[in-house]
């Protein structure tokens, strides 16, 4: 299906079209964050470039959503910057940064007194696209994360199911058509099967859309099967940045600790 281009602002949005591919969409410099005295983030240099899917990889507490958080400056680094498309986020308004930015997150972030339709058209509502346009794109979005619309535009999230109500999560994360989308552990909470289920669709969008992405995930196969990057952070410290052919050859400790979760056998050697 063609998938139009709806610029948000002439001369804020970043979509990258036409742009030069070699300059970075989302760019680490040294970004580091203390809060209290913990040094959350250290010195971090990463670049993303367009069409990439770059996967954080972490476990629990290594400063995953930190670091995402700081993409959409909903943090901002305490040592060094990031740069949306070369320029600091302190630079960017904010509010534009965002509504250029896809966000989704685990289980939270639907509106709970919006209906899907609502929560889906909520970016293209305030960036003022005429009604019928955002009636067809919101259509046009839930058909492609396989709701039917007549079926689900009117219900509220609590009417929905988890995986239901993540398909309507990234529905909303594309509706303006951002040049670059995060995600935070989007698939975490979900039974393994919608998980594969949405991970395959996950690829199939993002074949199509070509959109680049930061995935924050502490599953690694989720991130061998998702990233066309992986970089594992350990404590604040980004310790590998590696394709995932070249990750799962790694013999950095962490990235053994991650790999050692596959080779984890199915069944108790006695059964
Ligand atoms: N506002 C804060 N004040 C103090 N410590 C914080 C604050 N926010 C985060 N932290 C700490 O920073 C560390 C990194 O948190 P972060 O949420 O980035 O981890 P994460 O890798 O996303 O973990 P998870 O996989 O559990 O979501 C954690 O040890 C957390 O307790
Ligand atoms: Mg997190």
């Known amino acids: 299906m063609a998938f139009r281009r709806e610029p948000l602002d002439s001369n804020l949005n970043i979509d990258l079209d036409g742009a030069d591919s070699s300059q970075p969409v989302v760019e680490f410099r040294d970004t580091s964050y203390t809060v209290t005295g913990n040094q959350i983030l250290d010195k971090l240099n990463l670049k993303v470039h367009s069409g990439e899917i770059l996967v954080l990889l972490g476990r629990s507490g290594s400063g995953k959503t930190t670091a995402l958080k700081m993409v959409n400056a909903l943090l901002s680094p305490t040592s060094g910057q990031v740069l949306v498309k070369g320029r600091p986020t302190s630079a960017w308004d904010p509010i534009r940064l965002r509504r250029s930015i896809g966000y989704v997150i685990q289980e939270v972030g639907l509106f709970p007194h919006f209906t899907v339709k609502q929560n889906v058209s909520l970016v293209p509502t305030l960036e003022r696209w005429p009604a019928e346009r955002i009636h067809s794109r919101t259509q046009e979005l839930l058909r492609q994360v396989s709701l039917d619309p007549g079926q689900y535009e009117s219900r509220y999230p609590r009417q929905l199911s988890g995986g239901q109500r993540q398909r309507v999560g990234v529905a909303r994360a594309l509706a303006a058509d951002p040049a ?40 690694v196969r989720e991130a061998l099967r998702l990233g066309t990057r992986i970089g594992l952070l350990h404590r604040g410290k980004l310790e590998v940045l590696a394709t995932p052919s070249e990750f799962v050859k790694s013999t950095h400790p962490e990235a053994l600790a991650f790999l050692a979760c596959l080779a984890e056998p199915l069944m108790h050697q006695s059964n």
């Open 180 to 219: 670059l989308l995060l995600f935070d552990e989007p698939f975490g909470a979900l039974d393994p099967v919608t998980r594969l289920e949405l991970q395959t669709q996950f690829l199939e969008l993002r074949r199509a859309f070509g959109k680049t992405s930061v995935f924050v995930t502490h599953d």
